[in-house]
């Protein structure tokens, strides 16, 4: 049996139409499945900004704790020596009010 040049045609619609009919749920899952992982990676990837722009506040954050640290160790250091320097002199003056008495 032997088909004509138009009624392979019209067989190759047919099957063309029916593999289409036949794939096209397949084919909405995977989309559907795309959709849901670029949603996904777009959710990712706002996450990211959003820590990304969170680690950089709290670097900054650090930054300036440590510069205020560096202050208030200087303050301390600078008020320790006339501290250190009074007890010295006070502990010279009791030694000789010692020697003295």
Same mark, same amino acid.
């Given at each position: 049996?032997? !088909?004509? #040049?138009?009624?392979?045609k019209? +067989?190759?619609?047919?099957?063309?139409?029916? +593999? $289409? !009919? /036949?794939?096209?749920?397949? $084919? %909405?899952?995977?989309? /559907?499945?795309f959709d849901d992982v670029n949603r996904s990676f777009g959710e990712l990837a706002l996450q990211m900004v959003t820590r990304e722009e969170f680690n950089s506040?709290?670097?900054?954050?650090? #930054? $300036?704790? %440590?510069e205020v640290a560096? /202050?208030?160790d200087g303050l301390y250091q600078h008020d320790e020596r006339p501290e250190q320097e009074y007890l010295f002199i006070r502990e010279q003056? /009791?030694?000789?009010e010692a020697k003295i008495a």
């Open positions: 049996m032997s !088909l004509t #040049k138009e009624e392979m019209a +067989l190759r619609l047919f099957i063309s139409e029916e +593999l $289409r !009919l /036949q794939l096209q749920p397949f $084919r %909405d899952e995977v989309n /559907q499945r506040f709290r670097n900054e954050v650090n #930054k $300036r704790f %440590d560096r /202050q208030i003056i /009791q030694r000789l």
